[in-house]
């Protein structure tokens, strides 16, 4: 484990809640680039990253660290509970979001999720990650063609890599807003269960593992903005 974190008190109050809580901290630094160091001289299972560093912020820290360790999990770490900087942070390579306020248990168990290579949100992160988002169109002139998924990102599932349609990036969308199964029938003028079945193809068709892991997977792959 490495974490990352500018504030001293913060920084050794981390390094003990690690290390009560059986992890194995391989270094606690205080800037992107002494973590950079750490993690060219140490293997790091994960990264546990504040945002607000001396040399770097907001989504420039995960940048860095995801290409100094493409392999390794970042999970991040952070007082911030704004919608477009949490799916930023996705954007930019964070497996994981986690408030500093949030029970010690959660912060244990989102740590765990992204050493197995899962999604690592509980669901306070998931609700502000579903904030309101800016609008944008699905369909452009009256384009109904698919939109393919990228083939040169791993999507970090059995992806089916066939083509997402319209509806369904519609679809993707409300998802991403926190709409449950009824509110999206309601808005998008269908069935529940019809919708019940199209969220679990999509789920499928992204190789996620539920939907938030489907929202992470679609703000990385810039399927949704």
């Known amino acids: 484990m490495l974490a990352v974190e500018d504030h001293p008190v913060m920084r050794l109050g981390v390094r003990a809640m690690l290390e009560r809580e059986g992890f194995i901290v391989v270094a606690a630094t205080a800037t992107c680039a002494e973590a950079l160091g750490s993690l060219a001289e140490a293997r790091a299972d994960v990264v546990l990253l504040d945002l607000n560093?001396?040399?770097?912020?907001?989504?420039?820290?995960?940048?860095?660290?995801?290409?100094a360790a493409p392999a390794v999990p970042i999970v991040v770490f952070s007082v911030e509970k704004t919608p477009a900087l949490i799916r930023a942070v996705v954007r930019a390579g964070a497996n994981g979001y986690v408030l500093k306020d949030a029970p010690i248990a959660?912060?244990?168990?989102?740590?765990?999720?992204?050493?197995?290579?899962?999604?690592?949100?509980?669901?306070?992160?998931?609700?502000l990650m579903a904030g309101p988002m800016p609008e944008e169109r699905v369909h452009t002139n009256g384009d109904e063609r698919a939109a393919p998924i990228p083939e040169t990102v791993n999507l970090g599932g059995e992806a089916t890599h066939e083509p997402l349609t319209p509806r369904e990036?519609?679809?993707?969308?409300y998802m991403a807003e926190g709409y449950?199964?009824?509110?999206?029938?309601?808005?998008?003028?269908?069935?529940?269960?019809?919708?019940k079945k199209a969220v679990q193809t999509l789920i499928a068709k992204l190789g996620a593992a539920d939907r938030t892991h489907a929202v992470v997977l679609a703000l990385r792959n810039r399927l949704i903005e």
Do not use: Y
């Open 106 to 127: 959660r912060v244990v168990a989102a740590l765990h999720a992204a050493a197995a290579g899962l999604v690592a949100m509980g669901p306070d992160e998931a609700a």
């Open 180 to 195: 449950t199964n009824k509110e999206v029938a309601r808005a998008m003028v269908l069935a529940e269960d019809t919708v």
């Open 53 to 67: 560093l001396p040399d770097a912020s907001g989504t420039e820290a995960v940048i860095r660290v995801r290409e």
């Open 169 to 173: 990036l519609e679809l993707l969308r």
